[in-house]
């Protein structure tokens, strides 16, 4: 066999550099590829813990409404605040220590505030300001999650047919409050009933 006969049976520098270029380029892909399908993946995990979060927090408000203390006055009340061009309403009623207050560690009567916290940075939070009627001590807050861009409440007051911005009357509840929540690029709403209880003047402690 003549070296020329080698020569043509053998692969070249240059086809050599090509075959690497290839499977360098095929690996890139792929790499590409696994990398995006990862972070689609993480991406639909958060989407949807963040999801379970809502959906837990709004079934927790449903039960606290409809097991405020029955034979209690002032035991839902709520403001309307804006700040900044931001939804940020109070809404207040009356729980005993346990699931009402995310906590084993209490015991009594408390008022839970659930409102949103502007934290450093202008970023805004959802939470719980929760205080002991009994012992009077400094709130504790207690924070659900961030990226809230807006938490509103509004309460159905029968005698006027009408959705109120506050509700300040100790002595009657609402038939029914709407709770309006903007958080990253979504908004959530819930209408929840409240069993009404009217209360006499100088209600029951």
Same mark, same amino acid.
């Given at each position: 066999?003549?070296?020329?006969?080698?020569?043509?049976?053998?692969?070249?520098?240059?086809?050599?550099?090509?075959?690497?270029?290839?499977?360098?380029?095929?690996?890139?892909?792929?790499?590409?590829?696994?990398?995006?399908?990862?972070?689609?993946?993480?991406?639909?995990?958060?989407?949807?813990?963040?999801?379970?979060?809502?959906?837990?927090?709004?079934?927790?408000?449903?039960?606290?409404?409809?097991?405020?203390?029955?034979?209690?006055?002032?035991?839902?009340?709520?403001?309307?605040?804006?700040?900044?061009?931001?939804?940020?309403?109070?809404?207040?009623?009356?729980?005993?220590?346990?699931?009402?207050?995310?906590?084993?560690?209490?015991?009594?009567?408390?008022?839970?505030?659930?409102? /949103?916290?502007?934290?450093?940075?202008?970023?805004?939070?959802?939470?719980?300001?929760?205080?002991?009627?009994?012992?009077?001590?400094?709130?504790?807050?207690?924070?659900?999650?961030?990226?809230?861009?807006?938490?509103?409440?509004?309460?159905?007051?029968?005698?006027?047919?009408?959705?109120?911005?506050?509700?300040?009357? /100790?002595?009657?509840?609402?038939?029914?409050?709407?709770?309006?929540?903007?958080?990253?690029?979504?908004?959530?709403?819930?209408?929840?009933?409240?069993?009404?209880?009217?209360?006499?003047?100088?209600?029951?402690?």
């Amino acid at each position: 066999m003549s070296i020329r006969d080698n020569r043509a049976g053998a692969f070249t520098l240059l086809e050599v550099m090509l075959a690497v270029a290839i499977l360098a380029l095929i690996g890139i892909g792929i790499y590409g590829f696994v990398a995006s399908t990862i972070a689609a993946v993480k991406a639909s995990a958060r989407a949807d813990q963040d999801h379970a979060l809502v959906t837990a927090f709004a079934d927790y408000l449903s039960a606290q409404m409809l097991h405020l203390p029955s034979s209690r006055a002032g035991a839902i009340t709520g403001e309307a605040h804006r700040f900044g061009g931001v939804s940020s309403d109070e809404l207040q009623w009356i729980a005993y220590a346990g699931s009402a207050l995310l906590t084993r560690n209490a015991s009594g009567e408390w008022t839970v505030t659930l409102t /949103t916290k502007q934290l450093d940075g202008g970023e805004y939070e959802l939470g719980m300001r929760r205080q002991d009627l009994l012992r009077q001590r400094d709130a504790v807050w207690l924070p659900l999650f961030r990226q809230v861009k807006g938490f509103e409440v509004r309460y159905f007051d029968v005698s006027r047919k009408d959705w109120m911005e506050k509700w300040t009357d /100790t002595h009657a509840r609402p038939s029914l409050i709407r709770v309006r929540l903007w958080r990253g690029e979504e908004a959530f709403e819930w209408v929840l009933p409240i069993p009404t209880k009217a209360q006499p003047k100088g209600g029951s402690a």
